[in-house]
């Protein structure tokens, strides 16, 4: 069987987590700040803190920002549940718009969404492709009339937030630059399935205007991540410096030294060995695909964007909902792991429970009803490759022929 992407885990992985549990400091440490501090060079920001997961991370961004009820947050229809959820637990709405052809944020319709309610937009690089960013913080800046700021950081930013979620596109590029400097916070995530890995974990990169200190805003999500403690444990280990205060009550989110281990290596081999290993898989992918008329290969760069390589989400031409499923079970019969990203929020159940409805997505539901993202992951051989390529052309000639 060909998994779906499984982990990258070997003896330097290994070697650098038992390091880290010998160390004798297994939470928040010198392992995560190092993270840190390689993340935001990386990056080309001054700040990122790390975190135990996108979800957990751009919440505590609503709530910094103070988006609650009576606030509106655009996001796409087309996208994993936790963009939309972290909405719904700070009691705001989610405004769903549809996508483009290349399945990332229509920016024609978050304007025709905006009202003075929108607090906060969110693009997503879906598939590790980057959203037309410059136009989302385009439209962000020309909402600066209507905004009506609630609080001391709205009134510092003057307008709505722009909060990318970037889970899958770490290391992608917006003209010629590392995905993370250009929307105002980019939330990126670790999950095990994604490009970069600590197991779980997340991360934010702060790219706001020079009106916000990047430190202090650095520090300020440190101690909202940690029960609203004015001390990590780490600066506690000082002699004498045991007292502390609680100034709010804070969330508990941080991310571990373990998993900072993990990072430092997958971020020591990202670009010189993942990066390059998931482009020449999805070059073999577009030999087989781009110029059979049966699919329709996914986007992966264009003048000014590149993907990060996270999924192949193939399209088949043509194919309706009920022909795409039977095509994965044909796939799965010929021992291959396949998956599709994602069903649209309007299409499950809590979201439809909500007044969501697929119909008012057209695109979102074309893209959705055709797709088949294949197997991409480090040690996926060319071999195994092909035999995916075999797999999925078997199996739209059996079923749609
Ligand atoms: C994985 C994913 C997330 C959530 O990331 P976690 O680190 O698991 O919280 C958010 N958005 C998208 C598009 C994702 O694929």
Redesign the pocket.
Known sequence: MIPFSPPRIDDRTIKAVEEALRSGWITTGPRTKEFEKRLAAYCGVPKVIALN????ACELVLRWFGIGPGDEVILPAY??C??ANIVMHVGAKPVLVDVRDDFTIDPEAVRKAMSPRTKCIMP?D?GGLPADIDAIVAIAEEAHATFRAANSEQRTLGRPLVLS?A??SFGAFIAGKPVGAQADITGF???A??NLTTA???ALAFNLPESFDAEALYKLFNTMSLHGQSKDALAKTQPGAWRYDVAQPGWKCNMTDLQAAIGLVELDRYDNDTIPRRKAISARYNAAFKNDPRFVAPLLKDADRESSYHLYMLRITNAREEQRDAIITAIAKQEVSVNVHFIPLPMLSFYSGQGYRIGDYPNTFLNYSREISLPVYYDLTDAQVDEVIAAVKAAVGEVMS
Do not use: L, P, Q, R
């Open positions: 997961s996108w979800t957990n996208t994993y936790a963009t997503v879906i979620d889970a899958h995530s670790f999950h399935v994604k779980e974990g997340g």
